[in-house]
């Protein structure tokens, strides 16, 4: 028999490999959706363009998501997981009567906030869009569209519950796939609704409520596999929902001061001429595609491992752990960022210039895209870094410091949007993430000194290195062979060869300097 020591240690010195596995599974699932995210924002920028109908879309299909991110995908999920994990040891019977309290109180919550969502939407839509109150066109749609695509957040809130308990089974798969679900449906509805209705908006809305029940729908079987059949029940004394609302109340506050730092430039578009708001959407899906793949999926994979190691009092496994998944977030973060920033016009062309999308807007969205990607990196370590402190039940300072950033965002974003227009608050939201990650940072130094090991700082200073001929190249590129723009075929073609070409040079000097084994994870076994 093994001592406990010789067991702890056996854990403590598991390989990291599969916390890789894990956010590659993520990852995968996740470009998948992205790249049918990209095709439905081509369907949705062909019929709706950029002009009022886009814009009052745009703001109706942000409510839900909005209360969605703080209510339910991001803050249940960092509430959940760690109580979860410790109802466990006490036996699956424990932790399924746990969860199904928790079901019974979401839905109960979702119910009442919908409704009351639906009634008081010129108020809530006044607050997300005030420079629509002036105009009646953007207006009247914007409040027809909210009113019919709001009951989207129950289904989807619901489905993000599922999407935590299987996180917290690392069973990714189903959740990091489900949202693919969601774009079908909206391409579904731009192909075969759109064109027959009046509204082509409100068509696009049946969509997105089609999306939500799918995502649900899907997770009921996967639930089932792990043994657990919700069956939603109410119980407001129990102690393990006691914790989860201990853990609930500060990651609220938390997850909505990074929505209200991406709500504030929103608002403040509204007060800019038509267009601005769908300009800073469609590059916010751009950056949205490796912020999702990279950095939302190591949080993914990180948060139920650094519970766990948490819940064991492995401190040294989970700084290994975040140690090392920060530096391969680096590693894929850096080159991204270079090529967004490069590649920003082509891309907004090749992908959306296209029917009543412009090259002037193009060339606007652009623009907004860049300064997005600057606080690209920023984005995903802040993810990781706050997704840490909750693994440790540690709320209230991922808080305070995504406040600050808040604060940070609204100043620098009435500062900028002055000179800069719309680019100035995209600029703002990319400087406030640094401003809450250099907090974090100085937290987690003081809380266990160094952050990254000497080997994952000479990982970044390789990718640094690795990164300079990438850049020269993509700089290179259009001087010699210039975008041609005359059909989708050769924007595709010059957009793939951009791509190909610069991810080719970064991976032949990632190999040059030694760093195979960040190319190579996935084929390592345990």
């Keep these: 028999m093994k001592s406990s020591t010789e067991k702890s240690m056996q854990t403590n010195h598991k390989p990291t490999n599969s916390i890789m596995r894990a956010a590659t599974t993520v990852a995968s699932w996740t470009m998948l959706s992205r790249l049918l995210g990209f ?19 745009f703001i109706a299909f942000k409510l839900p998501n909005f209360f969605r991110r703080i209510f339910a995908e991001g803050t249940l999920t ?41 009634i008081m939407m010129p108020w809530l839509l006044f607050a997300f869009a ?33 999407w935590a308990v299987l996180n917290a089974y690392r069973r990714f798969a189903v959740p990091a796939a489900s949202p693919a679900l969601l774009n079908i449906a909206i391409i579904a509805a731009a192909i075969w609704v759109a064109p027959e209705h009046e509204n082509p908006g409100l068509a696009l809305t049946y969509g997105v409520l089609l999306g939500g029940f799918l995502q649900l729908a899907i997770q009921i079987p996967a ?41 504030v430039g929103t608002i403040l578009a509204t007060l800019l001429p038509v267009g601005a708001v769908s300009y800073l959407y469609y590059a916010d899906r751009i950056v949205q595609l490796p912020l999702a793949v990279f ?48 590649l920003a016009e082509p891309i907004m062309r090749t992908l959306f210039e296209h029917g009543a999308f412009t090259h002037a807007d193009s060339v606007a969205s652009s623009q907004v895209l860049q300064a997005y990607a600057l606080g690209l990196i920023s984005f995903c370590w802040a993810r990781v870094l706050s997704t840490a402190c909750f693994a440790q039940k540690e709320a209230k300072k991922p808080v305070r410091f995504a406040i600050i950033g808040v604060a940070a965002n609204i100043i620098l974003a009435i500062i900028l ?12 939201t990319s400087i406030a993430s640094y401003i809450n990650l250099l907090l974090l940072i100085v937290y987690f130094r003081r809380q266990q000194g160094v952050i990254i090991e000497s080997a994952g700082i000479k990982r970044i200073l390789q990718a640094i290195i690795a990164s300079i001929p990438m850049g020269l190249f993509l700089w290179w590129l259009p001087n010699y062979w210039p975008f041609d723009s005359s059909t989708i075929w050769m924007q595709t073609l010059w957009l793939a060869s951009a791509v190909t070409g610069g991810g080719a040079i970064f991976v032949f000097m990632s190999l040059i300097l030694g760093q195979r084994q960040m190319l190579q994870f996935r084929h390592s076994k345990h």
């Design 39 to 57: 095709l439905r924002d081509i369907f949705i920028a062909r019929i709706l363009g950029a002009g009022p109908l886009a814009d009052a879309f």
């Design 223 to 263: 639930l089932k596999r792990i043994g657990w059949i919700p069956k939603p029940r109410l119980a407001f004394r129990s102690d393990a929902i006691r914790r989860t609302m201990h853990l609930f109340g500060p990651a609220v506050v938390g997850v909505a001061a990074v929505q209200v730092n991406i709500l």
């Design 295 to 342: 950095g939302i999926a190591m949080g993914t994979a990180l948060l139920p491992i650094l519970a766990t190691h948490a819940s064991n009092g492995q401190s040294a496994a989970a700084k290994r752990d975040l140690s090392n998944g920060l530096a391969w977030l680096t590693w894929i973060t850096l080159p991204a960022t270079i090529g967004i920033i490069f």
């Design 130 to 162: 005030p420079g629509f109150a002036d105009e009646a066109e953007r207006w009247d749609q914007s409040l027809l569209l909210a009113r019919w695509m709001f009951p989207y957040l129950g289904l989807i809130s619901l489905a993000a519950m599922g």
């Design 417 to 428: 949007m002055q000179p800069l227009a719309y680019v100035g608050l995209a600029l703002a």
């Design 78 to 118: 960092v509430a959940l997981i760690p109580v979860l994990s410790d109802e466990r040891k006490q036996g699956e019977a424990a932790a399924h009567d746990y969860l199904n309290h928790l079901a019974g109180l979401l839905l109960m919550a979702l119910t009442l906030f919908t409704t009351l969502g639906i």
